[in-house]
């Protein structure tokens, strides 16, 4: 495979065919690329005991709006729904690939999310009561390297956080 990035300090994880949702596999991905690994894990826990919601961009047709401080005020947008079943999967992913980074040499405190895309799988077909029915089926790749920059003990806001994985990002471009 061809990568847009140098992979000396990358630990990567690829998953295929993840029986979640594409599309929200896809907002969940927008919403914690480019953060520190252990503040995106926290936000998905968060998703899944309904404090926070998943803002919906791309695919938000019929999405309701959510109350004030259930979507980050980063995001200045409306639209969020809370996908259990795409959040349980892609936070299961986020720890393979911390134990990736892990056996590396990397500091697990240090390490920040600089690529994660969600693409469709193959859709292959299955028996419900006795008729056939599409599965969903998506593929997950999620790349995290370490930013020597970053103290995990101060406090940043979103934006900085972000700004901090774009740079990183950037650095690792050929």
Same mark, same amino acid.
């Given at each position: 495979m061809r990568y847009s990035v140098s992979l000396e300090n990358v630990a990567k994880l690829y998953a295929h065919n993840l029986p979640i949702s594409t599309k929200h596999a896809v907002e969940i991905?927008? #919403?914690?690329?480019?953060?520190?690994?252990?503040?995106?894990?926290? #936000?998905?826990?968060?998703?899944?005991?309904?404090?926070?919601?998943?803002?919906?961009f791309r695919y938000n047709r019929d999405i309701p709006h959510r109350k004030k401080g259930q979507i980050h005020p980063y995001f200045k947008i409306k639209h969020g729904r809370f996908p259990e079943n795409a959040t349980k999967w892609i936070l299961k992913e986020l720890n393979s690939v911390e134990k990736n980074a892990i056996n590396l040499g990397m500091d697990p405190n240090k390490l920040f999310i600089v690529h994660i895309?969600?693409?469709?799988?193959?859709?292959?077909?299955?028996?419900?009561?006795?008729?056939?029915?599409?599965r969903k089926a998506t593929h997950l790749e999620i790349m995290v390297a370490e930013n020597k920059d970053y103290d995990p003990s101060k406090k940043y806001p979103l934006k900085e956080l972000k700004r901090m994985g774009h740079k990183l990002f950037l650095s690792l471009k050929k």
């Open positions: 991905a927008k #919403m914690i690329r480019y953060l520190p690994l252990q503040l995106a894990k926290e #936000m998905l826990q968060k998703v899944l005991d309904k404090e926070l919601a998943v803002p919906f895309a969600a693409h469709k799988g193959v859709r292959g077909y299955t028996s419900v009561y006795g008729r056939r029915a599409r």
